[in-house]
């Protein structure tokens, strides 16, 4: 390198100015043009920088977006699978059953599944026992006698969630509920043919066999066509018209029974009023919905809201409270379209020792204004769900109000997490193995327990928790906080059901502490179940008036229906006797009365019994006895012929 040096510098020395000049500037030339390159090639670099991270930064987004897409279509796949298992499939209770049965295992436990679908327990296992003793001597009989537990063991399908012995009970309670109806008895013979086949006077009637047919009549309207008298009196004659009021309201043709049909029908049955008028009209009755709305917003809120008021003050008295509530749309309430309003629903406990009592709200929002204001006198528990509104009542009220938790929502999180898995491809042994069904399983055994407890008295109730039903609830959330110490990685809707388990564990044991507290809260779910299916049929209310009518008669009906009367003549009843203690302002002139308007009342049995007479003693003017038919008698001469073939 320091030869090559020396010789650059020799050449140079050896260049006049003129050359040297000449070669720099051409040096120069050729500087300036690498330092453009240089340039030009530096500015692509930082375009291809800067091309390069936008790119980069497009491929995480695409990424993003590709993993959000991912997770939506898991959802609706999820979502889909829930809602055809919800239409289609079976309860999470019969589905374990089934599994069980599958993998032949000894142990039956009882079929919870009812809580939630029905109120129609088994009363094999509910209300047969009655004391604490009684229930440990069935469980030591249990003990000693493992077979006898197997062999009660229901023969279930995974092909069939009912097995066809099944049918026999409803046969028999169907057959049962006739001897309530009104009979019309008919003979049904023809003596021509029997003598025909048998030979005149060569037969008699041993005895009648009974066969049942049920009948409808139809068009159950009538017109009750009312003459008052016009008094002509003195020599002047002077007339004198005698007046009329209707008392249900004045100038219509509305009778007690024609109201009470139409409410029957809609909040009972679930039938809007556009087709009430549509049937109406189809039995010869011109009456428009127009009518049947103004009829039923003008007279409701008058009869039915004193009723209700006093039916309010009765539940706040029962320390122990159910909650729930659902959706409601409101179309001329002053918000916006599509705005959700709620219905809630208050109710005594199913296990309190008091009338039922079961009350409907209307509100325009879900905020805990509603149960402040409802609640402002309470003491005593809630069983709710997880709601947000119920803990802050809580905390609220300094100890006033306790809240308990739900273990139907507890299991429903857990069956969600279940079955949005795809089952298809595993065994029955593969299924309970996860720990989803195991979860299932160990609030199986607690309801099978808790089940067995309804009739019991609290106090008893209460010892047989602490001894049975608390180490199954031990047993549970010992095994759902192993799952979540675990540190395994479980799907996101197990991982919700485990958080939310964990999270309400104080509520969900709080059942524990008194015998009046149930376990779950599917008896408010049950009371608003018909309200579910009457929304789904007329959709929305107009306004907000009529909201509150629906939440008033929801109240009565529920309330008649869960004191086992009949929601019609009850219904009735209310609209006959409330306007009798109502002034001309339609105010109450004595509270007095409406201790006879509840359901339980002496004055409404007196006149539920009245009613039943009076219908059978209607109809049996309507299906007279007939003459018992015999047959035909032998002449004298048939008799001598008849003894001479003897002889």
């Given at each position: 390198m320091r030869a090559d040096r020396d010789k650059f510098i020799d050449s140079m020395n050896s260049l006049d100015n003129t050359e040297l000049r000449s070669l720099c500037l051409r040096l120069y030339d050729e500087l300036t043009e690498i330092t453009l390159v240089g340039n030009a090639n530096d500015r692509i670099n930082t375009e291809s920088t800067i091309a390069y991270l936008r790119m980069e930064k497009e491929l995480a987004e695409t990424k993003k977006n590709l993993e959000e897409r991912d997770k939506m279509i898991s959802s609706l796949s999820e979502q889909l699978s829930l809602k055809t298992r919800t239409v289609f499939g079976r309860s999470t209770e019969k589905f374990i059953a089934d599994i069980e049965e599958a993998c032949d295992h000894t142990e039956e436990f009882v079929d919870e599944s009812d809580i939630e679908d029905n109120d129609a327990h088994d009363k094999n296992d509910i209300g047969s026992i009655v004391s604490l003793e009684e229930y440990k001597k069935c469980r030591a009989e249990e003990n000693t006698d493992p077979g006898t537990k197997k062999n009660k063991k229901k023969n279930v399908s995974l092909s069939s969630p009912k097995s066809g012995n099944d049918k026999a009970p409803r046969l028999s309670k169907l057959y049962e509920s006739l001897k309530d109806l009104p009979m019309q008895l008919v003979y049904d013979l023809d003596i021509d043919k029997l003598n025909e086949d048998y030979g005149e006077g060569n037969w008699r009637i041993a005895r009648w066999h009974e066969h049942f047919v049920v009948e409808k009549i139809e068009c159950p309207l009538y017109v009750r066509k009312i003459l008052t008298p016009v008094i002509s009196s003195g020599l002047e004659h002077r007339m004198t018209t005698i007046p009329y009021k209707n008392p249900i309201k004045d100038r219509t043709y509305l009778s007690a029974s024609l109201l009470a049909d139409i409410l029957y029908r809609k909040f009972v049955l679930s039938i809007p009023f556009y087709r009430q008028s549509e049937d109406y009209n189809t039995w010869g009755l011109a009456l428009s919905r127009q009518v049947i709305i103004k009829w039923v917003n003008e007279l409701v809120p008058t009869i039915i809201s004193p009723v209700i008021d006093y039916l309010a003050e009765l539940m706040l008295k029962c320390m122990y409270h159910q909650c729930d509530e659902s959706y409601l749309l409101v179309n001329r309430d002053g918000r916006s379209a599509g705005s959700k309003s709620f219905m809630w629903v208050h109710s005594t406990s199913e296990l309190a020792d008091c009338n039922p009592i079961i009350l409907f709200f209307y509100e325009a929002t879900r905020g805990t204004d509603h149960l402040r204001n409802l609640l402002l006198e309470f003491h005593g528990y809630i069983t709710c769900d997880a709601y947000v509104s119920y803990r802050v009542l809580e905390e609220e009220s300094n100890g006033r109000i306790m809240t308990t938790g739900c273990l139907m929502h507890c299991r429903r999180y857990f069956a969600i997490a279940l079955f949005v898995n795809d089952l298809k491809d595993l065994s029955a042994e593969q299924i309970l193995e996860m720990p989803e069904v195991k979860v299932l399983m160990l609030i199986r055994e607690v309801y099978a327990e808790e089940n067995k407890l309804k009739s019991m008295t609290a106090d008893d109730r209460l010892l047989a928790r602490k001894e049975f039903v608390a180490p199954k609830m031990d047993a549970l959330f010992e095994y759902i906080h192993e799952l979540n110490d675990s540190g395994a990685v479980f799907s996101e809707k197990l991982s919700k059901a485990i958080s939310y388990a964990i999270n309400q564990e104080v509520y969900l044991r709080r059942f524990l502490e008194d015998g009046s507290i149930p376990c779950d809260n599917g008896s408010s779910e049950r009371h608003i179940r018909r309200y579910s299916v009457g929304r789904s049929n007329w959709l929305f209310a107009d306004t907000p008036e009529g909201a509150k009518v629906n939440a008033a008669m929801y109240s009565i009906v529920?309330?008649?229906?869960?004191?086992?009367?009949?929601?019609?003549?009850?219904?009735?009843?209310?609209?006959?006797?409330?306007?009798?203690?109502?002034?001309?302002?339609?105010?109450?002139?004595?509270?007095?009365?409406?201790?006879?308007?509840?359901?339980?009342?002496?004055?409404?049995?007196?006149?539920?019994?009245?009613?039943?007479?009076?219908?059978?003693?209607?109809?049996?003017?309507?299906?007279?006895?007939p003459v018992i038919p015999r047959p035909p008698k032998r002449t004298p001469k048939e008799q001598e012929g008849v003894a001479a073939d003897t002889a």
């Open positions: 529920e309330t008649a229906i869960a004191n086992k009367v009949n929601p019609y003549i009850y219904i009735k009843y209310l609209i006959e006797k409330m306007p009798e203690h109502l002034d001309s302002d339609n105010q109450l002139t004595d509270r007095k009365c409406l201790k006879d308007m509840v359901p339980w009342s002496d004055a409404f049995k007196a006149y539920e019994k009245e009613c039943t007479d009076s219908r059978n003693r209607a109809y049996a003017d309507m299906f007279p006895p």
